[in-house]
C-alpha cells in the first residue's frame, strides 16, 4: 500500500503485552492523536515523533441560533422525579473502569452532605455497573445518584446539566467534554490525559486531580454556588470548543494523508525506477 495511518484514541501505555509492543513496531507511517495526553504516551512508548500527528477529536457543533437545551429528549428533572428547580450534576461516560465513577460516588457524598438539594444524573453503561450499584447503597446515596443507563437521547439530557463532570484516571480526549461545552454548559473534568487540551482550567471550566474525591467535590461546589463563574466557563467554552468542530478534524486527517503520500512518493522518487 501507499501509505499506513493509524489513529490512536486513547492514552493507555504502549508498553505492555507482546502483542501491544509488536503491534507499534509495525511499519506505520503515521500516527493520528487526538491529543497532546495521547501523544505523550506514545513517545514515552518509544515511537518516534516524526511519525505522530496531532488530530483531536471533533464534534458536530450546534448551528448558530439552533441551541435549544434538551430538544428532543424528555425533561430530565422529571425523569428524575425531583423538583424543575432542583441542581443536576451528570456526565455522559461508560461505566468503564477507567472513566472511575467510583471517584465521582465518593465527591457525591460529599457534595449532597453539603448540598442535600443536588443531583446526580449518569447517562451510560458498563462492565462496572453492579460494583458501583453496590457501594452507592453502602453511601446511602441511591435516592441522590441516578443511573440512566444508555440513552439515545444522551445529548438533549446532557444540555439539561447545571454542571457536567467528568471523573476519568485515564482519557484520550473526552467528546462528552466536547457536546457539553458546545451545549453551553459548564464542565468540571480531572486534569488527566487529553482533558487539559479541551478544558482551561479557571477560564473555560475547572480542572480537579485524578482520583481525588474530595478535589472532585470542591470543584463541583465552586461550581454549583458561583453561578457567575460558571457562566463565564460556558461562555468562554463556546468560544474555543471551536476548535473541536468535526470538519476541522477532517480536514487535518485529509492533511496528513496527504503529507504520508508525498513523502512515500517522494522516497519512491528518489530511489529511482528500478528501485521504487
Known amino acids: 500500500v501507499r501509505g499506513v495511518v493509524v489513529s490512536r484514541r486513547v492514552d493507555f501505555a504502549v508498553a505492555g503485552s507482546a502483542a501491544s509492543r509488536l503491534k507499534y513496531r509495525l511499519p506505520v507511517d503515521r500516527y493520528l492523536c487526538i491529543s497532546r495526553g495521547v501523544m505523550e504516551v506514545m ?3 518509544g ?4 511519525r505522530l500527528a496531532l488530530v483531536p477529536s471533533g464534534v458536530e457543533l450546534p448551528a448558530a441560533g439552533v441551541r435549544e437545551p434538551g430538544a428532543g429528549a424528555p425533561d430530565l428533572r422529571g425523569l428524575l422525579g425531583v423538583p ?3 441542581p443536576v450534576v451528570g456526565t455522559v461516560a461508560a461505566l468503564a473502569p477507567h472513566k472511575d465513577h467510583a471517584t465521582l460516588l465518593r465527591a457525591a457524598a460529599r457534595v449532597t452532605a453539603a448540598r442535600p438539594d443536588v443531583h446526580f444524573a449518569w447517562v451510560g453503561e458498563g462492565e462496572c455497573r453492579p460494583a458501583l ?3 452507592r447503597a453502602e453511601l446511602g ?4 445518584v441516578h443511573l440512566l443507563g444508555f440513552r439515545g437521547d444522551a445529548l438533549g439530557l446532557l444540555a439539561q446539566f447545571t454542571v457536567f463532570a467528568l471523573s476519568s484516571h485515564l482519557e484520550g480526549l473526552c467528546t462528552s467534554l466536547l457536546d457539553a461545552q458546545s451545549l453551553g454548559v459548564p464542565v468540571v473534568a480531572t486534569a488527566v490525559g487529553g482533558v487539559p ?5 479557571g477560564r473555560t471550566g475547572r480542572l480537579v486531580p485524578g482520583r481525588d474525591p474530595e ?3 470542591r470543584g463541583l461546589l465552586e461550581a454549583l454556588e458561583r453561578p457567575e463563574e460558571r457562566r463565564r466557563w460556558a461562555e468562554a467554552a463556546l468560544v474555543s470548543v471551536r476548535d ?3 470538519a476541522r478534524m477532517v480536514e487535518r486527517t485529509l492533511a496528513q494523508y496527504e503529507a504520508v503520500l508525498r513523502a512515500r512518493d517522494g522516497r519512491a522518487r528518489s530511489r529511482g525506477p528500478a528501485e521504487g
Open 43 to 45: 513517545r514515552a512508548g
Open 47 to 50: 515511537v518516534p515523533a516524526a
Open 84 to 86: 424543575p428547580d432542583t
Open 133 to 135: 450499584e453496590r457501594r
Open 141 to 144: 446515596l441511591e435516592r441522590h
Open 197 to 201: 487540551d479541551v478544558v482551561a482550567d
Open 215 to 217: 478535589a472532585l467535590a
Open 244 to 246: 473541536f468542530d468535526v
